[in-house]
């Protein structure tokens, strides 16, 4: 196979953890096949970059779309529930692609999951990403796991809607007293990791996490100090915070944070018991992106659209 033959798997190579491992792969001259519901986004990588729709209802498509692939990267995965699409579906469909893979003779699978990931979670999200995890180990592929925390970048919502409040806004809630934590780690530490277990042949579970652990409290006041907010920081109960995401859910026409992802933050889901994995400071990145971040509002739902 030349060169140019080859080619890797990417789902949702255009959304925002999948375009970073795409370009890798791509700048290392392999062409990339995306597994997308858009598959009529714009395509900055050219003929470098195919699309298919994802096939997930049909087991037979899945793995033709999978065959001859090097490698298929997983991001495919969802915030909260919408559309009917729940996580208990989107964790099926999340096997079905690690069984197609299988059916399809791919070599290497690795699965973009989440820090604390626990297929016996009380919360949806990480109790998905831990089911899947433990298919993905069972299946007979080679694999590897990789588990952000979570992930800043010039296309991040989180840290940029909080910026974007700080701006605006002489009020900021934090949920509870914001003394749990977060390790930020930057998406293109990620799509290195990423690409980086693709090369190796055993199979690894890593968590992947910057630097740099920050309680809330610090976060947010990092994020005011480098804005320049004058902001009033407030701390609410979890049960206001969450009336004032609604609110501002229903303002934004977006969802801005659901009640399990303050549950997930407040239990220091976001945090890793290993050392650190990449080098890239949030507190360096956002010296050289003062100017940017917050400076516009970032609706997950209207980028869905
Ligand atoms: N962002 C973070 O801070 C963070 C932190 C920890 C772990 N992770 C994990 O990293 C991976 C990539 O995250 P990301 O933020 O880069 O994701 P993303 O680009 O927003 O989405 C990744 C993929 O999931 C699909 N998808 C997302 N929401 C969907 C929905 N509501 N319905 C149907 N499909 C949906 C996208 O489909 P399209 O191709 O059609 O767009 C895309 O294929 C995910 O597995 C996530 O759990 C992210």
Redo the contacts with the bound molecule.
Sequence with gaps: MSVQDRFSVV??A?????RYITALLIHRGLRVRSL???PHRANPFGAQLETQPFRFDDPDALARSLEGAQAVFN?????FP?GG?TFAQATANVKALIDAAKRAGVSRFIH?S?TNADPDSSLPYFRGKGLIERHLMHSGLRYGILR????FGHEDI?LNNIAWMLRRFPLFPIPGDGNYRVQPIAVDDVAQLAVGLADQSADVIMDAVGPETFTFNQLVGLLARTVGSNSRIIHVSPSVQLILAKVFSVLTRDVTLTRDEIRGLMNDLLVSRQSPTATTRLSEWLVLNASTIGTHYRSEVAM?A
Excluded: D, F, N, Q
């Excluded at 991001?75 to 915030?79: E, L, M, S």
């Excluded at 952000?148 to 992930?151: S, T």
């Design positions: 789902t949702g255009l959304g925002y953890t999948g997308t519901a858009h991001t495919y995965w969802i915030r919408s699409l973009i989440i952000p925390a979570l992930i989180l869905r």
